[in-house]
């Protein structure tokens, strides 16, 4: 069994897969040079996800979780000849390096007779799992939601109690010790997959509201979920990245029979979003990087040393509008920060400063312990106006209408940016300057 984004026993059907028929199974996680392009934050929270992974499969069957280092592409297919083995079993990675990475272990073990078994993957419904009547793929998220509902998801699986681990004395000699674990800089919060389901709880539990109600986190999310200042959102998403807990799973415990303004309908839908930019990126690969609207390939942007130090100012919450620089602030100190918050400093990059999506989008990879590819970058491209169900390019935020709107106390800006500096720009004149690129690429392209 190659855990990958899957780290976790509990609801892992490749795992159940792996062990059918009594079959021994070995835990493998591979330590990919990929990696090393992560920031500190993501490789410091792996490390902990990993070593409560290794945890708690010591705590099942007293071997640990076989780590090795290198190109997967050669460790795989060497290890299972080492061990000799059938089949690799994995959850599906549908990214577009995964996809490369696995058709090249596929054709190394087949030459040597044996198979890699791909069993679920990290979404609730699987990329390519929501089509059109026509059998092509959906292109904006309303649709492409109500259809998602429909196909549905499997309920959790059962946890694998009777999987026969190879034991420790067959892989002692095999294991490497784990990558050091680098110094976030911060505090990172609990990690794996008792820590997952905690949260989770957490979520769901009830308490007492400002109107004197009961109602749970899930309950409340609606009402709350837009205000930064507030507990107001699951803080799932780190979970869901390692997958230290399904979707499924959280979708399980929710009550979806409300109506589509309730609390937890609003919060499968986010869900829903995280399974729809998988599905863009799985049938568009391209879209990692680059605008999926391919006409704004003609957008003027900025990216002399001008940009480069507008750019440094934006990275350390030194711009002067207060709820940009604190959900800067917040990103350094706690490596996540608030949804309604990404919005809003990734439109000011974009539309006050004029730099390149791509720019913010490869800053927040660097730096969220919870950084997707698809959520993320396709997030970027929906504000930059270039994505799928894009926010068009001449809705323009306005940061301090945001503030006053969603932390109308101060609470949140007072927390992480109480000492903000003078406005780097005038945002009137860098709105104006927005819409007039826009027009000039319109009239060029006609």
Request: aromatic letters at 10%; hydrophobic letters at 40%.
């Amino acid at each position: 069994m190659w855990f990958r984004r899957d780290l976790r026993v509990g609801d892992l059907p490749a795992l159940l897969a792996a062990g059918g028929d009594g079959n021994e199974v070995v835990p493998v996680f591979v330590v990919d040079p990929m990696f090393a392009a992560s920031g500190a934050p993501r490789l410091a929270y792996l490390h902990d996800v990993l070593t409560a992974l290794d945890s708690s499969i010591r705590e099942r069957s007293g071997a640990p979780l076989l780590i090795a280092h290198g190109d997967p592409v050669t460790v795989i297919p060497a290890l299972a000849a080492r061990l000799d083995v059938g089949s690799v079993f994995v959850s599906r990675d549908y990214s577009p390096y995964g996809r490369r990475r696995d058709a090249a272990i596929v054709a190394a073990l087949r030459a040597d007779g044996r198979s890699l078994q791909g069993v679920g993957s990290p979404y609730a419904v699987d990329p390519g799992g929501v089509l059109k009547g026509d059998g092509t793929p959906y292109k904006v998220f309303t649709p492409f939601s109500k259809v998602w509902r429909r196909v549905g998801w499997a309920a959790p699986h059962d946890d694998p109690d009777d999987i026969r681990w190879t034991p420790a004395s067959v892989i002692a000699d095999l294991t490497e010790p784990l990558f050091e674990r680098p110094d976030p800089g911060i505090d990172l919060p609990a990690a794996g997959e008792a820590a997952a389901h905690q949260r989770l709880g957490a979520f769901l539990e009830f308490a007492s509201a400002a109107d004197g109600t009961m109602r749970s986190g899930v309950e409340a999310y609606n009402d709350v979920r837009d205000r930064p200042a507030l507990a107001g959102t699951s803080q799932l998403s780190p979970d869901l990245k390692w997958g230290t807990i399904h979707p499924r799973t959280v979708l399980s415990d929710l009550d979806l029979s409300g109506a589509k303004d309730d609390g937890p309908m609003v919060f499968s839908s986010e869900l829903a979003w995280r399974d729809f930019y998988a599905d863009v990126l799985f049938t568009q690969p391209h879209t990692a990087w680059k605008n999926l609207n391919p006409k704004y390939d003609a957008m003027q942007v900025d990216t002399g040393a001008a940009a480069r130090l507008k750019f440094d100012r934006w990275c350390v919450g030194q711009t002067g509008f207060g709820i940009v620089d604190a959900g800067m602030r917040q990103l350094a100190a706690t490596g996540w920060m608030h949804n309604r918050v990404r919005m809003i400093v990734a439109s000011f990059l974009v539309k006050d400063l004029h730099l390149p999506w791509q720019w913010g989008a490869q800053w927040f990879m660097q730096h969220l312990i919870d950084g997707d590819i698809a959520s993320n970058n396709h997030g970027w491209q929906w504000t930059a106006g270039t994505g799928t169900d894009a926010s068009p390019y001449f809705r323009v935020f306005n940061p301090s209408t945001q503030e006053n709107r969603y932390d109308p106390r101060g609470e949140y800006v007072g927390h992480w940016a109480s000492d903000p500096p003078e406005q780097m720009v005038d945002h009137g004149t860098e709105r104006d300057e927005a819409l007039r690129r826009l027009k000039a690429m319109n009239s060029a392209l006609k």
